[in-house]
């Protein structure tokens, strides 16, 4: 099935040399061909002709720059935002959210449409959720002048960029998304864990235009955990984030569902702190109730958070060390109530507290974006541009 009126032409990906240009442009802005030689290690004769191929192909645009008071005007070459447009899909167990955006990352549209419900398995059935992601691609196609890809995300472990091999909101096992999408839509697909879309997201737009490395921590229903290290997403995690979210913070502590005593989850899982919190706090629980409780003066609700965002600075400060970075991003729909919680900044000041006699200081830059599922879906977006233009 043809999916838009226009025909489907997909465009041929760049090449490493290109793509590291075309990189350095969407994540730092224009810069000269001298810039640009200097940063990538190019020689003057390579960047003119990476620049020329890239401007011949639409992805850049060149001029002189306005006249220096001393020296010859510079050439100055910048992305084309409409050179790549990309639709990205985040899936929750009941609704795909779906964007549309061009290279930078903008988005030009938005669209959600409600996923077939589960089967008699207890699966969403799969032909009809790729229907549906199919659908709103369509109907995103017809806000910009073409299409160059997709991507999907969701919660879960994903294999070879591809098949969902435990996707446990939508009760999948070893699905194949990316094959009958890619068929129904004639598009490249690529299917990633929503918070490694998010990590991408990040280094391209965010976090990664200061640090190399740096970890994503996520708190929604549960907690999620993204790694970029020295310039690369960490595409899938050996764990799956388990050690993290289930790292030890006070064994004298209420158990979290696999019966770990005062582990991390125990405090910042929904569901686990659904199991003590006041029954006057409604369900599903949000650390936003939990917080606007609190200061109406329940004072167990308020305890409950300030519980959460100690046991959030303790794992963002053991993510932090493992990963020796100095920089950690939380994110999700569910983390604003918790680091206005000076709670969690002072066990944070506390780790870090250097011995008597030790020099070295520490100090850990903690980037805080509340998440909609619009953003959400943008990390899909970004991590299926990052596909299109370079196959990564
Ligand atoms: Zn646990």
Known sequence: MVMTSR????RRGLSAAELAVTRHLLVHGPATRQDLGDR????????????????????????????????RPRQVLTAVPGARHVVGCKLTADTAYAVVCDMFGDVQGTARAALPRPGPEGGVPV??????????????ARRVPSLDGIGVALGGVIDASSTVQEGTFLGWRDVDLATPLQERTGLPVIVTNDVTALAREQLWFGAGRTHSTFGVVTVGAGLGFGVVREGLAVDRLIDNGHLLAHSPIDAGG????????????????????????????????????LAEAGRAGDSRAGRLLDDAARALGHVVATMAGALQTRCVV???????????????????????????????????????????????????????????????
């Open 40 to 71: 990538l290690n190019l020689s003057y004769a390579s960047t003119s002709r990476l620049a020329r191929a890239l401007v011949d192909g639409g992805m850049a645009s060149e001029a002189l720059e306005p006249e220096q008071a001393v020296g």
């Open 127 to 140: 032909a009809a959720t790729v229907k549906v992601v199919a659908q709103l691609t369509a109907r995103l």
């Open 7 to 10: 025909p489907v032409t997909p």
């Open 330 to 392: 939380l994110a999700g729909e569910d983390v604003a109530a918790l680091t206005e919680s000076p709670a969690m900044s002072e066990v944070i000041a506390e780790r870090l507290r250097p011995g008597p006699n030790e020099v070295q200081r520490c100090a850990l830059e903690i980037v805080t974006t509340p998440l909609t599922f619009t953003d959400w879906a943008r990390g899909a977006a970004v991590a299926g541009i990052q596909h299109v233009l370079g196959g990564v």
């Open 254 to 289: 209420p158990p979290c569902g696999l019966g770990h005593a005062g582990c991390a989850s125990a405090y910042l899982d929904h569901d686990d702190v659904a199991r003590h919190a006041p029954a006057t706090i409604p369900r599903p629980i949000t650390f936003g109730a």
